[in-house]
């Protein structure tokens, strides 16, 4: 195969006191049709290495050595007006979280349009909701008129796969582009960009956490730790048998193994109950028309949590499960149902009442960034919550309390001066997490609290919630479209499609018995590790 790209000796720093380097040496050479997929811990490198190729990086940022050869021409020493023509028509570049990447006053219609400058407008319109279906979004008439906000987190996902691939890239490079895909979708997705890895001949960087799907698709497979590339080797070799020990640990930390306490299905008052839940939308077909149409996000939906249990929904992308979640906290109007919680009738309390009662019950979103104060240091963002809705507690007593939660989720104390743009992906979820985790609270919405952290952070947070819920009796409502996670996690679990709960029950007998054709369908497409 021909070379496409040659990273040779890379190195960065990130501008500080020490300039500390952050990629060391880095040197790796992506062929002609070839998926290479950069794998390791969060803050190892992986997105770094992509942003350098495509000359993105943030202003604090500095190459200080290397080359990046692609097409025979070195992409550091081109001209700003030359990079943007390689980005425009032979580089493209799916980013990791694609709120920060969608513009939220345009429609989609609007945004995908920049990628197709040379057609007319009704090839454009074609090209367009060609794109989206072949993406998962079968209903793209409608979801082009609609705007970011409209859409779910894996929805989003998706249109942003769809803009990347409209130019038909030599090189497109993928940061953790399924993280927030539901395991059907995702399955779509990896078979299309195989497809078009060999319809166009096109090559892909793939960075990735999820070691499963890496395997479905690499033909190479590059270990970064510490910035630095530690093993690097043929897929099915790396997968049957990994040379270094730190990778080994990853492919141990793949497969998560809760540590199940003595939970018991007990008689005690629910923690939540939700009872016919109803959370319909009146959504418009054009910006300026008065025609609209009738959404059932969620439709007469009802489940319950006992103490110190775990309940976890589970469906596609735009099933209603962050729906459910938003009604509960009340980010969201109600068509009809009644939401308890602690046997307290929330949709009945005054904004004094439920502002009392919010410490009880608090979530962790799903995108961590659009969550996270980006002019606030951390510490002050842990702390918010903890002095408006505990105001008793002293600054001595907080501090502690600051120190103790943040080293519980894996970072270090001096995180707690720091801000959010600062950290990787996965290191903001963790600070979400720690967030909520300072409350003490008696439920827990868990909105995909994983799906942007590596498998070793993942284990260590899923064993943390675990541990604190054996300690306090927490419960937890976990959403999650990884449903081996699921399995593996939760002591009851509902399956979702099209706003309704279609099958539901203790986690285990719905995994290895279920009677309903479409929660078949989730497990047959969940991703397996090939040897």
Known sequence: MNKLLSV??????????????????????IHKSEIVSLIGESGSGKSLTALSIIRLLEKSCKIK????IFLNKNLLSLEERDMRDIRKEDISMIFQEPMRSLNPVMSIFEQLRESYPKKNKIDIKKNIISDLVSVGINDADRVINLYPHQLSGGMKQRVMIAMAIACKPKLLIADEPTTSLDVTIQKQVLDLLVELREKLNMAILFITHDLAVASQVSDKIIVLKDGKIIEENNAKEFFKLP???????LLESSVYNRQFFNNQFNSENDILSVQNLKVFYQEKKSFFGNNSSLLKAVDDVSLSIKPGMT???????GSGKTTIAKAIMGLTNITSGKIKICDKDILNMNNSEIRSFRKNYQMIFQDPFSSLNPRMRIGAIIKEGLCFLKPEIDNRTISSILEDVIDK???????LNKYPHQFSGGQRQRIAIARVLVLNPKLLICDEPTSSLDVTVQ????????????KTKISYLFISH???LISNFSDTISIMHKGRIVEHGITSDIINNSKNSYTKKLLKSVPQIIN
Request: glycine share 4%; hydrophobic share 35%.
């Open 8 to 29: 040779k000796d890379l190195c960065l720093t990130i501008k500080s006191k020490e300039n500390q380097k952050v990629l060391k040496n880095i040197s790796f050479d």
């Open 459 to 470: 284990k260590q947070v899923l064993d943390l919630l675990l541990n604190i819920q054996e």
């Open 243 to 249: 040379k270094n020990s730190y990778s080994k640990s």
């Open 311 to 317: 309940h976890a929904i589970a469906g596609e992308s």
């Open 409 to 415: 989720v894996g970072l270090s104390i001096d995180s």
């Open 65 to 68: 050595s290397g080359k990046i």
């Open 482 to 484: 990884d449903i081996k």
